[in-house]
């Protein structure tokens, strides 16, 4: 845990008593602050009296004795309309902040100059992050990783010189981080999403600037307008930083993919890093854009071509996101449950040939229509879930297509046309481009049901 020391003998106020949330107010405690907690659920403030923390109904409470507001970041800010923890905070003008931003004011307060990289973007930023920590570790740092990836932040081991955190962070995030000033800044890209939380394309971009342009040093992938005129606008602001890009290999400074060459221009010379080719946790273009920013945050050890290499090869990937689970003769089993949309699954679709298609769930606005161009890449498509109508009628008599209801049953069947097929390097492809939770709590879920499936019938078939 990191205490937060900073804020000794202040009087802060908390909502939101999730796992940020609880995890903030004991780091409070610890440092010697006066923390008065609140959650609108009942459970959450009896775990919290159960853990000794001081739960002050904020509703009543006087607003006037606090110099803090720490919010969670899954409570509403400003859309679809303040929370009503907000509205009072803003009453009686008490500042209204998250967890990183308590880590930020920490790491000022007792080790400014230790590394702290912070990465966003709409897409990729997960696998980023755990790429960059990944490297970093193969530098032999004590690496602390966590935020929006899983582990709340306060939760990670205090700053230190010796010690480097890798954080991801939501737009939900940044916006409760007014001092945000990583070391390194990562901006992966930005496309529509949250506007619900955010109002406006407009207001949910300026967000996500926020942390590249508070970053000592930043790194833009230049591979959408919304990210090149950011880059930009820090150009002229004299920001130092490293552009990154998949789609512009004549960038003239900085990391681009070339093939599947990741190359560094500098001064008109250019430099191979690595060739990602093989590499199965970094495949398709997206991860090149991803291993391209995570090289460019390691500063100065970028240029350790030999750990760099060794770190990229190494690299295991995440869970979920175009996991290779397993392989039966010429079969291979990927799990891309993570892809919950359109959009995401677009990456898997354009990283494999000869595909065996496993879709359906709870269907997103647009459905897989955007994925139409794609479809001469699959050989069938299996549909489960509550979208097997929809998907059903925008696949028409484009592909073949089979209603499995459930994934179990059209594992099965996918396996059985990929065995069965002349292909040379079929895929059965769990990428659902859909939500879970018409079978499944979560995506995470539904992916360990897919790999529990696929290695049960692994085994299965080495019996026989």
């Known amino acids: 845990m990191t205490p937060i020391t900073s804020f000794k003998d202040k009087n802060v106020a908390l909502f939101g008593l999730g796992g940020s949330g609880f995890v903030s107010a004991q780091a409070l405690v610890a440092g010697g602050a006066n923390v008065s907690v609140w959650d609108d659920k009942e459970s959450a403030r009896d775990k919290a009296r159960e853990a000794g923390l001081n739960v002050v109904d904020l509703h009543d409470a006087d607003w006037t004795q606090f110099s803090s507001f720490v919010l969670a970041p899954g409570v509403p800010l400003t859309h679809p309309e303040p929370h009503w923890s907000v509205k ?10 998250g967890d990183i931003e308590l880590f930020c004011r920490e790491r000022a307060h007792i080790a400014p100059r230790s590394l702290f990289v912070a990465i966003t973007g709409t897409n990729g930023k997960s696998t980023t992050t755990a790429l960059v920590a990944h490297l970093f570790k193969s530098f032999g740092y004590d690496v602390q990783v966590g935020g929006n990836i899983g582990t709340p932040i306060l939760a990670l081991e205090p700053p230190a010189d010796n010690r480097v955190h890798v954080i991801e962070c939501s737009s939900f995030q940044i916006d409760l981080t007014p001092s945000i000033n990583p070391w390194v800044g990562v901006l992966l890209n930005v496309t529509p999403d949250h506007l619900d939380r955010h109002g406006t394309m407009e207001n949910y971009a300026a967000i996500k600037e926020r942390l590249v342009a508070g970053a000592e040093n930043a790194v833009i992938c230049l591979d959408d307008d919304i990210c090149v005129a950011i880059a930009d606008r820090l150009k002229k602001a004299k920001k130092s930083g490293t552009s990154v890009s998949v789609t512009h290999d004549d960038l003239a400074e900085g990391i681009v993919l070339d093939g599947t060459r990741l190359v560094r221009r500098v001064q008109g010379r250019s430099l191979t890093i690595a060739d990602l080719a093989g590499i199965a946790s970094l495949r398709g273009k997206h991860n090149g854009q991803n291993a391209a920013a995570a090289v460019a945050a390691l500063g100065s050890h970028g ?16 869970p979920h996101r175009m996991e290779e689970v397993g392989q039966l003769g010429k079969v291979l089993f990927v799990n891309d449950s993570k892809a919950t949309n359109a959009d995401a699954a677009e990456k898997a679709l354009l990283s494999f040939e000869q595909i ?4 359906g769930g709870r269907a997103k606005e647009g459905g897989i229509e955007p994925l139409r161009s794609l479809f001469p890449k699959v050989v069938k498509a299996y549909l489960v879930g509550e979208a097997t109508e929809l998907f059903a009628r925008t696949i028409g008599d484009d592909l073949p297509y089979e209603r499995c209801g459930t994934l179990d049953v059209a594992l099965l069947a996918a396996t059985r046309d990929a065995e069965a097929s002349s292909l040379d390097a079929p895929v059965v492809l769990l990428s659902p481009a859909c939500a879970s939770f018409d079978q499944f709590p979560d995506f995470e879920k539904r992916g360990d049901y897919f790999r529990g499936l696929v290695k049960a019938l692994l085994a299965e078939r080495e019996k026989v």
Do not use: T, Y
């Open 88 to 97: 009072k905070a803003k009453e009686a003008d008490v500042e209204i902040i």
């Open 303 to 318: 240029f350790d071509l030999d750990r760099v290499r060794a770190g990229l090869q190494s690299f295991p990937g995440l």
């Open 356 to 359: 065996f298609w496993i879709i």
